[in-house]
């Protein structure tokens, strides 16, 4: 069994008592700067580190923040952790990261973990509104300061980091409207978490002012995963669904559903335009042209833990229901590739042969 070297090794090593060892290693007044100099080199060389848990129940101060994300896979929540990671570093915080993968009880796993090893703050972003949010109160009432960020949570009082999703699903409708697509498809979750219903009302914002009748069957709910988003367009393509337009809810949904539009025979943006929000690395493995909301995430990951250190330092009350929105824009990447359909990479084969 591994075998830490504790203050009684070291004190036992010197021939001092281990109070001396901790006070001396405290840099406390009581114990010579000769002593303390001497304590500091031994336990160097012994390989000594302080218990930080032990430690942070006598400071009541871990400078541990828990970072919850929903999926590793999307590159938002990578771009968007490295921004919390490095802007938690500048304040002298290590940070813990932790996936839920849109699994509420995964997430209350999670959670309950983060508030046993004793995190100052969460960076919450939760799988859905109100299967957890009994534990969150609790583990506010515990001192544990939560910041949401992403994805907000209706009717609580607790801050928040996002973009305006709701106008964000607008500019992106009406870019595709600007583009001449008046049959525009919304795929993926539209309800549940605020995220995904701010992005659908804005759609149908967009289609209200452009005089574009809404269409329920041109309205796929999934989740968000790429074979839910696949499954279910495929099998609306090959039923005949008229479409010219998809506008995504996520980056795996349109993975997903890029990957059904093309094994369709249908190409694109050609024959159908495809939207997303904010992971365009994977949908950049598609070799396409597609409009990408881009959140910013960096920024985000920054504020959001600037936001949870100003509730830490009390400069900021962390349930005063404080909103701070992160810019964004509408971006086609990819511009200038453009992807030959399965049946004529076929006929290029045989004109080869």
Not at 64 to 75: E, H, K, N, T, Y
Not at 93 to 109: A, Y
Not at 251 to 257: D, I, N, W
Request: proline share 3%.
């Amino acid at each position: 069994m591994r075998k830490k070297v504790t203050l009684k090794d070291i004190a036992k090593e010197i021939g001092v008592d281990p109070s001396t060892v901790s006070k001396a290693l405290r840099k406390s007044s009581d114990i010579s700067v000769a002593m303390q100099d001497k304590i500091k080199r031994i336990a160097d060389k012994m390989g000594y580190r302080p218990n930080l848990l032990a430690k942070s129940l006598i400071s009541k101060r871990s400078n541990i923040l828990g970072v919850i994300i929903p999926d590793l896979r999307i590159s938002f929540f990578s771009e968007a952790t490295r921004g919390i990671y490095e802007a938690a570093t500048k304040h002298g915080f290590e940070s813990i990261l932790l996936v839920h993968d849109e699994n509420p009880e995964n997430e209350r796993r999670k959670l309950e973990f983060l508030s046993d090893i004793n995190v100052d703050g969460i960076l919450l972003n939760a799988v859905n509104e109100t299967t957890n949010l009994d534990l969150y109160k609790r583990l506010h009432g515990e001192g544990i300061k939560i910041v949401c960020w992403d994805r907000k949570i209706e009717n609580s009082k607790f801050n928040s980091v996002t973009i305006d999703d709701k106008r964000a699903g607008f500019e992106l409708t009406n870019k595709m409207i600007q583009a001449g697509r008046r049959k525009i498809m919304f795929i993926g979750p539209n309800r549940g978490i605020p995220v995904a219903k701010d992005r659908f009302d804005g759609y149908l914002m967009a289609l209200e002012m452009n005089d574009i009748p809404i269409d329920e069957k041109l309205v796929l709910e999934t989740r968000r995963t790429f074979e839910s988003s696949h499954n279910v367009l495929y099998r609306a393509l090959q039923n005949g669904a008229d479409i010219d337009a998809v506008v995504c809810m996520g980056g795996l949904v349109a993975f997903g559903a890029g990957n059904a539009i093309l094994e369709s025979n249908y190409n694109i943006p050609g024959d159908i335009i495809l939207g997303e929000f904010g992971d365009n690395h994977i949908i950049s493995r598609l070799g396409i042209p597609f409009y990408s909301v881009n959140q910013n995430p960096y920024e985000m990951g920054e504020k959001a833990v600037n936001l949870l250190i100003d509730c830490l330092n009390e400069e900021k009350e962390c349930t005063n229901s404080i909103h701070v929105e992160v810019e964004h824009e509408i971006i086609y990447r990819n511009v200038g590739v453009q992807r030959i359909k399965p049946d004529d990479r076929n006929l290029e084969r045989k004109h080869k042969k």
